[in-house]
């Protein structure tokens, strides 16, 4: 079964006005997609729908954590993640193509007003995808246990310390600058 079923909102028969749905977002959904930088996690996701007359408002609201291996000491942890993203969706007579992505502005979407349903899944992933910090860290002081790997973090440690004792002046700079001295 596709994993990704369950993301299509019906738009036919479905009454103007806010319509909530709640979603669990695991390993299976990120697996339907190739090169997935996310894979096991537990991300609850809701979704506010407002439909009104040529136009849907979706709300996109989560919250979870992924597990990735630490940027800082490389354990193995739970990262984190949240957040909020709209989503406009104009219904248009000239749009061919049952979805399209608008040129300027990639937080709207033109759909046929005939579309049956509303497949969110590829929006759910690019927004999780964003919200995966470039550098992954979080404070796990207060997590416990700890899942700092400390041999790592001490190895870190002893090598800021070698560079501190380095000298911090490069003799060749230091010959240049005489040189433009005497001019």
Known sequence: ?????????????????????????????????????????QIQLNVELNKRPGLLTIL?????????????????????????????????????????????????????????????APFVYEYLCLALPMIKIYDCDSDSPRPCNDEMLDRLGAAEDLTEEEPTTNPVWDELKKLGNNN
């Open 60 to 120: 996109f609201d989560f919250e979870g954590t992924v597990d990735t291996e630490c940027d800082r000491c490389l354990a193995p942890i739970s990262l984190p993640i949240g957040g909020e993203q709209q989503l406009i969706a104009k219904v248009s007579e000239v749009v061919e193509n049952e979805v399209v992505q608008d040129e300027d502005d990639p937080d709207v979407i033109f759909i046929h007003p005939e579309l049956p349903k509303l497949n969110l």
């Open 1 to 41: 079964m596709d994993p990704l079923i369950n993301f299509s909102i019906p738009l036919r028969g479905l009454h103007e006005g806010i319509h909530q749905f709640d979603f669990q977002i695991d390993r299976a959904f990120f697996d339907a997609f190739e090169n997935a930088p996310i894979g096991e996690s």
